[in-house]
């Protein structure tokens, strides 16, 4: 198989070329036509032509021409890269994720067993298989795009809609909500990591255990996770706290960022984001917590140590 | 430019009185208060992309706020389409259309009052948001549930409400415009002799009646769910894409609504300053027919990544790329009546020569967007951004700009300044294509669309410097053309009857025109009576 993105790549550079050479041809024609029949200081009335019809029926028929050829291409690429957002699909053998939409951070959920392991706008996915995206919205309309593997489908509330994802290549690429869906629209990035099967296989069975019981300044930071209003809307299994209102947050300490990619994952801006997540995402739902400095001190090294 | 200060110089000094524009059923006076309200509206607009562009200049900056942005992008785009290139172009067949067709006014000149009225006030409403508790900031297709409650606040209901009132002038306008030209042409002026704006002014009303009654029942819905607690659009009982079929039913309608004027001052200008009749003219306005015909089937390439049947968005990529042929018909056209001809390149011609030259573009990466895979990578990012740039702004208001310089010594007496012009049309020509050039790649890069910023390490930030400083050019420009303006309406050279040999009944009678328009009922002889009499030798056959 042939990534999606390199499909639409191709496609993109043959109607592309085409475009460019009728681009240069009609710019060419009037540069020519203005300087040739400029007006000069002989004067006199040049020669009245009407029209006439074989060159009309040449210039509507020539662009039917190539309208048609793309058209036809179209059709082979849209089969190829599996163009209907309509249908659950890909070849068989897809690697069917779940991801979804809210203002103003993703969610997805890998199959593993019989059920499903959840994480938060970091999707990681194995390179040779083919991913079949099924995509939802909590709330308002967002858009999953990310560039370098394919082209983007609408999250609609109500609706599941798919995008065939594949990357031959191991990497980390990002992407980001096309779809305008409020304030955060612009710090609604995607980071999708890409490797092979076996580290993936390693990195879903790493997600899939709950968190590693905390010791020391992180024990202290746990218990300011729950007894602050941080567990009414994150969970972290093993902790007690379960709502899935905002990102899980049991890997949180694994993930490359923070607030959907307002900020790198770091010690640093893991406090400075708890402490006033406003200054880096201005909108973001997470309310600013009041907490002491050291209680924050110890909440963020018990989430950065959510590994 | 305040409404006073323009009266002296169309009203004959001593007539005017300080609420003459208030009262007015003339057409000519009320087409000028449409271009003063477009042009105002225009900067308003212009300012409010400024300032965005001062905010993505560099990245991660905190020039204004989220909510300010996206208020920003809301008004820039309902400003512009709405209250400034509809009404400019109304505006412009509301002075031109009488006059080229010999008549005395048009249909309903009360009506004609109430339909401009109606338009301002609609604006006016849709600003009065800003007191009121905040501008609408969802977007100019306010697409729900985003638009709907709990997410949207006030101010998308006084878009609703601001745009219903907008469209119910635009309608009756529209009406009147149609009924003046099927009923008001003089002796001789058949439909097979209109001039080619009067013919894209009469498919652009047809256009009108199809496609904004199909924006006011969006309306009406969305104003239902919001206010009255329905439920058209909402995920749970209704359909959230139900607006977004019937908003873009009206939306690419829309988009012929605002470029076929544009391309009937475009076949106006060009021959005249070649020196030829228009190459193919019954090409050129059955084409105009053939668009209007598809324009109404291919709403749905504005939907390409919302989740149709694979049928449907093969459907309407074949409707879409139809378009592209009738449009290439206009294009060859043009090229061909300047060919062979003697062109003088005055500032209205090289604002028309500009507009092929970018239009051509904007025209080319459309036929992109209606090639579904090449879609669902471009759509909703800067690549659809330049793309209606280039076909709104390189477009029609080039167009508008070839326009006002031709027939403001009409409406006026007075012509512009050629050397502002000159000027005026090399820094906005420069000016928007690095404006708009760059954010092609931006959007192919990633960038999606309505980011209030975005990441430095996203690499985007050298390009969107590029568009930024394009933008402070073209603003310079424009800021000519309102100087020259304020100061030709002073001091301008007299332009006389017929500044510049032109062929259409407008020419026939003096500048400004007095108010009954002509004093001798005209009789049009051919397509260019003005022509036949100025050369018995070589009379227009047709």
């Known amino acids: 198989v042939r990534p999606p993105a390199e499909a639409i790549t191709s496609l993109g550079w043959v109607v592309g070329v085409i475009a460019l050479v009728i681009l240069v041809g009609v710019e060419a024609a009037i540069v020519y036509a203005a300087w040739r029949f400029r007006a000069t200081r002989a004067e006199g009335v040049p020669l009245q032509i009407y029209g006439n019809t074989r060159l009309e029926v040449v210039w509507t028929a020539a662009p039917a021409v190539v309208l048609t050829v793309v058209f036809v291409l179209m059709l082979g690429t849209m089969q190829e890269i599996g163009a209907s957002a309509t249908a659950a699909g890909g070849p068989s053998g897809a690697m069917r994720i779940v991801a979804v939409g809210s203002q103003w951070w993703w969610e997805f959920r890998y199959p593993r067993g019989g059920g499903e392991v959840i994480g938060a706008n970091e999707l990681h996915i194995p390179i040779g298989t083919v991913i079949d995206l099924d995509l939802r919205s909590n709330d308002v309309i967002h858009s999953f795009w990310v560039p370098e593997l394919g082209g983007k489908i609408d999250m609609v509330p109500g609706r599941i809609n798919h995008l065939r994802l594949y990357a031959a290549r191991a990497g980390v690429y990002t992407g980001q ?18 490797e092979p099967s076996a580290d993936f296989g390693h990195w879903l069975d790493a997600q899939a255990a709950p968190r590693a019981p905390p010791t020391g300044a992180a024990a202290d930071g746990e218990r300011v996770f729950l007894a602050a209003v941080c567990s009414s809307c994150h969970a972290i299994r093993g902790s007690g706290a379960a709502s899935l209102v ?9 993930r490359l960022t923070l607030g959907a990619g307002a ?39 018990y989430l950065r140590s959510l590994k | 430019v305040s409404v006073a200060a323009i009266t002296p110089f169309v009203r004959r000094v001593g007539q005017a009185t300080s609420t003459t524009w208030l009262r007015t059923v003339d057409h000519k006076e009320i087409g000028i208060l449409y271009i003063a309200m477009g042009l105002i509206f225009l900067a308003i607009g212009g300012v409010e992309s400024l300032v965005m562009r001062a905010q993505l200049a560099t990245p991660e900056a905190r020039l204004v706020d989220p909510e300010t942005y996206a208020q920003l992008f809301t008004m820039h785009g309902v400003t512009m389409i709405f209250l400034g290139a509809v009404p400019l172009l109304v505006g412009f067949a509301n002075y031109l259309v009488p006059l080229m067709i010999g008549a005395r006014d048009v249909a309903f000149p009360r009506l004609n009052a109430l339909s401009f009225w109606l338009s301002l006030f609609g604006g006016v409403l849709l600003y009065f948001s800003i007191v009121a508790g905040g501008a609408p900031d969802a977007g100019w297709f306010a697409y729900p549930p985003l638009s709907d409650r709990p997410y949207a606040g006030r101010g998308v209901d006084y878009y609703v409400m601001g745009l219903l009132v907008n469209g119910a002038g635009t309608i009756a306008g529209a009406v009147n415009l149609l009924v003046t030209i099927l009923l008001l042409r003089c002796q001789g002026m058949s439909i097979s002799r209109l001039p080619l704006f009067v013919w ?43 607006w977004q079929h019937v908003f873009w039913f009206f939306g690419h309608p829309e988009v012929y609504i605002v470029i076929l004027p544009a391309f009937g001052m475009i076949s106006e200008i060009i021959p005249v300053f070649s020196g030829k009749p228009i190459f193919g003219y019954r090409f050129v306005a059955g084409s105009s027919v053939a668009i209007a015909f598809l324009s109404f089937s291919v709403w749905a390439h504005h939907m390409f990544a919302v989740g149709l049947s694979p049928a449907e968005n093969v459907f309407f990529s074949a409707a879409s790329m139809l378009i592209a042929v009738p449009t290439g018909v206009k294009v060859f056209n043009w090229l061909a009546t300047m060919m ?53 702004f390189g477009g029609t208001v080039f167009a508008i700009f070839a326009g006002a310089y031709y027939w403001f010594p009409k409406m006026t007496g007075r012509f512009l300044s ?62 000519l053309f309102v100087w020259n303006i304020a100061i030709s309406l002073r001091s301008g050279a007299a332009a006389g009857a017929d500044p510049w040999d032109g062929w259409t009944l407008e020419w026939a009678t003096t500048s400004p025109p007095p108010p009954e328009n002509f004093e001798v009922v005209p009789i049009a002889t051919s397509k260019r009576p003005l022509w036949d009499r100025k050369h018995p030798e070589l009379r227009d056959p047709s």
């Open chain 2, 418 to 479: 050629e050397r502002l012009g000159r000027w005026h049309f090399w820094l906005t020509f420069v000016g928007f294509n690095l404006t708009f050039l760059p954010q092609h790649w931006l959007g192919v890069w990633g960038m999606a669309r309505r980011m209030w910023t975005y990441a430095a390490d996203t690499g985007w930030g050298p390009l969107n410097l590029v568009s930024s400083i394009g933008a402070a050019i073209l603003a310079v420009g424009v800021a």
């Open chain 1, 246 to 254: 905002g990102p899980d947050l049991t890997h949180v300490g694994s």
């Open chain 2, 340 to 392: 062979g001809g003697r062109i003088r390149f005055q500032t209205p011609m090289l604002f028309a020569v500009g507009f092929i030259a970018v239009f051509v573009l904007g025209g080319l990466t459309g036929v992109s967007l209606a090639v579904v895979p090449l879609d669902l990578a471009t759509t909703d990012s800067y690549y659809v951004v330049a793309h209606m740039h280039y076909v709104l």
């Open chain 2, 200 to 242: 894209m002014t009469l498919v652009t009303s047809v256009l009108i009646l199809g496609a904004y009654p199909a924006l006011t029942g969006a309306l009406v819905m969305l104003m239902s769910d919001r206010l009255l607690g329905a439920h058209f659009f909402s995920p749970a009982a209704g359909e959230p894409l139900l």
């Open chain 1, 263 to 301: 900020l790198r994952n770091s010690d640093q801006t893991m406090r400075a984001w708890i402490a006033d997540p406003q200054s880096a995402k201005p909108g973001v739902l997470m309310p600013q917590v009041p907490l002491s400095p050291s209680d924050l001190d110890k909440l963020a090294v």
């Open chain 1, 177 to 194: 909500c096309a779809e305008y869906c409020g304030l955060e629209h612009a710090w609604m990035r995607i980071t999708v990591i890409a």
